[in-house]
């Protein structure tokens, strides 16, 4: 679906960090570690919040209601 707005373990701001991750990972190609120590993210349950994330709300908005 969509990230959460904040981190479920530690409450940090973890959702105005995820565009940035996913271009920079996706469409740059860019390590992963190393785009999350860029964007600061520091805590590793905050940084699982971004690894694990699957994006899946373009899937799903093909089988809603209109």
């Known amino acids: 679906?969509?990230?959460p707005?904040?981190?479920f373990s530690c409450g940090q701001v973890?959702?105005?960090k995820w565009?940035?991750?996913k271009e920079a990972t996706q469409v740059k190609k860019e390590d992963p570690?190393?785009?999350l120590s860029r964007l600061k993210v520091?805590?590793?349950c905050c940084r699982r919040m971004l690894l694990g994330?699957?994006?899946l709300i373009?899937?799903?908005i093909n089988y809603s209601r209109k």
Do not use: L
């Open 33 to 35: 570690s190393a785009v």
């Open 14 to 16: 973890v959702g105005d």
């Open 58 to 60: 373009d899937d799903i």
């Open 5 to 7: 707005v904040r981190c």
């Open 1 to 3: 679906m969509m990230i």
């Open 53 to 55: 994330h699957v994006d």
């Open 42 to 44: 520091k805590r590793y």
């Open 19 to 21: 565009e940035e991750f």
